[in-house]
Structure formats: structure tokens, C-alpha cells
Nanobody, 125 residues
């Protein structure tokens, strides 16, 4: 089992920044890739970004490219989603999730075995 703890959400004005954290505990060594997803009010859950822990390869959905980055702190078993130049349309509950089968980056939420509880990000205009 892997437990994920998320933090870092909040209220920010458009153009501001937030850094979300996703800390893994339990069988953290079984985590091979980490993904971030979000669900805006009245919308389906959507893929945001992901990182492979072995290759450090990253992937971002088009709407966040150039604004969001992913970094890893191995010592803390934590992955960060740095979000800059935030827009009102980034408002959503953000979830981190992990894949334990392999280190492939996936946009498909069904391929992620464990999920965090979510953290609210609200961007005001």
C-alpha cells in the first residue's frame, strides 16, 4: 500500500503561483511514476502532468505547458507541482496519483493505483 498526502493548495490571484506537494509513505519504493490530475466544478477529471521517477521524463497537458513544472525530492519521497502564471481556469481540486506497475508516463487515470485526497486550488480574476 502507498499513502499519498497532498498539500499546498489555496486561493491566489490570477498571475500568482502555488506549489503543490505530494508525499508518499508506506511502500513508497514501489512508486514508479507520479501523475497530477484535476477536477473543475461541473467538469470531468482531466490529466495535468506526470513524471517518471526513473528517467525524470515529464509530460504536461497543453493548457499548462510553460507554466507548470514537476520536481522530485527523493529524500522526502515527495513530488512537487509548481504552478506559475495561474489563471482562473486552473481552478479545480488537484489530485496526485502514482503508478506502481512501471515508470511509463500515462494520461489514463485508470492506470494509477493510488490517489491522494485532493487539494483545492482557487484562482481569482
Amino acid at each position: 500500500q502507498v499513502q499519498l498526502g497532498e498539500s499546498g493548495g489555496g486561493l491566489v490571484q490570477a498571475g500568482g503561483s502555488l506549489r503543490l506537494s505530494c508525499a508518499a509513505s508506506g511502500r513508497a519504493s514501489s512508486v514508479h511514476s507520479v501523475g497530477w490530475f484535476r477536477r473543475a466544478p461541473g467538469k470531468e477529471r482531466e490529466y495535468v502532468a506526470a513524471i517518471s521517477l526513473s528517467s525524470r521524463a515529464t509530460s504536461f497537458t497543453d493548457s499548462v505547458k510553460g507554466r507548470f513544472t514537476i520536481t522530485i525530492n527523493n529524500a522526502k519521497n515527495t513530488v512537487y507541482l509548481q504552478m506559475n502564471s495561474l489563471k482562473p481556469e486552473d481552478t479545480a481540486v488537484y489530485y496526485c496519483a502514482v503508478r506502481t506497475l512501471d515508470s511509463r508516463i500515462s494520461h489514463d487515470p485508470s492506470e494509477y493505483a493510488y490517489w491522494g485526497q485532493g487539494t483545492q486550488v482557487t484562482v481569482s480574476s
